[in-house]
């Protein structure tokens, strides 16, 4: 009995030892065939290359849908310091900011939405960065809204202001 149990558990050990193999040929072979998983909508690109793509110019079309998602961002984002109509009189400007410049000043005016872009990217003197927070795409679109409003002369009443 004694030599019959010693036989087959060295038939098991051994069983054990090719199963061990195997069951690593298997799970090199499932972490390759791992089930596909779609991207969720709103998914953002953190490929350095997907970024840079996203913000090379001459960028999305200024469509009616972009301009209306750029009036929406730039109303989230910017108006606190530039004001609804681009002033540089947004509501914490009061309270101790310092105050942008008008987006009617002459320099401003010539920025190319590009540049309005990079501006929102990279920040520019006083003003942060908000590439954390602004989506490349939503970085066009509010530039294009920018634009637009420099053109209309701002918003309502405010656009008598120089
Ligand atoms: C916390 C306040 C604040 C917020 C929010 C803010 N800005 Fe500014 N912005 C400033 C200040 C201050 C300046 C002037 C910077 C300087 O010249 O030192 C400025 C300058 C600019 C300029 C002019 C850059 C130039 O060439 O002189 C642009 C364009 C601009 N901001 C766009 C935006 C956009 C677009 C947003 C929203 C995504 C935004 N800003 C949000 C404070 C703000």
């Given at each position: ?7 087959t ?10 199963g061990t ?19 969720p ?5 953190r490929g350095?290359s ?12 200024p ?8 009036e ?5 984002f ?18 101790g ?7 009617y ?14 501006v929102?990217?990279?920040g ?5 960065p ?5 989506l490349p ?20 009443q405010?656009?008598?202001k120089?």
């Amino acid at each position: 009995m004694r030599i019959a149990a010693a036989i087959t558990s060295f038939v098991l050990l051994a069983a054990c030892d090719t199963g061990t193999e195997e069951r690593d040929a298997v799970a090199s072979t499932r972490s390759v065939q791992r089930g596909f998983v779609p991207v969720p909508p709103g998914t953002i690109p953190r490929g350095v290359s997907a970024q840079a793509a996203a913000l090379a110019p001459p960028g999305p079309e200024p469509t009616p849908v972009l301009l209306a998602r750029g009036e929406e961002r730039f109303k989230a984002f910017c108006t606190p310091c530039h004001g609804v109509s681009g002033h540089g009189d947004g509501p914490v400007v009061p309270r101790g900011f310092s105050p942008p410049p008008s987006y009617y000043e002459e320099r401003l005016r010539a920025l190319t939405p590009e540049q309005v872009v990079q501006v929102i990217t990279q920040g520019k003197g006083r003003m942060f960065p908000y590439a954390d927070r602004v989506l490349p795409e939503d970085r066009w679109a509010i530039a294009h809204y920018i634009k637009e409003l420099q053109m209309r002369g701002g918003v309502g009443q405010e656009s008598a202001k120089p």
